[in-house]
Nanobody
Framework: QVQLVESGGGLVQAGGSLRISCVVS????????MDWYRQTPGKQRDMVAR???????NYPDSVKGRFTISRDNAKSTVYLQMNSLKAEDTAVYYC??????????WGQGTQVTVSS
């Protein structure tokens, strides 16, 4: 059974930091590209970070320089370190992987709220 389980969300003041985690089971984690998406009500989910099996990361301009994605293959866990948080970063953050390039795998999401 495939599971992606996020944790670590919470309430943070603007300018603060937070690290969220995603523990993955049921897939070959070390060979999987892992993503973080975020979503607010009424909007599409937007990718905020991606990390390849080799550890190469990509970010959109909206978070570049503030967010850092990393992975620990021994723990089958992907992390998102979020610094200099802004109110606009408030969203539900989802862990994601595209299995075999065709099947979207999603976690349940973790809420991140940034107070201004």
């Amino acid at each position: 059974q495939v599971q992606l389980v996020e944790s670590g969300g919470g309430l943070v003041q603007a300018g603060g930091s937070l690290r969220i985690s995603c523990v993955v089971s049921g897939i070959s984690f070390s060979g999987a590209t892992m993503d973080w998406y975020r979503q607010t009500p009424g909007k599409q989910r937007d990718m905020v970070a991606r990390i390849t099996p080799g550890g190469i990361a990509n970010y959109p301009d909206s978070v570049k320089g503030r967010f850092t994605i990393s992975r620990d293959n021994a723990k089958s866990t992907v992390y998102l370190q979020m610094n200099s948080l802004k109110a606009e970063d408030t969203a539900v953050y989802y862990c994601h992987s595209l299995r075999w390039g065709v099947t979207h795998l999603w976690g349940q999401g973790t809420q991140v709220t940034v107070s201004s």
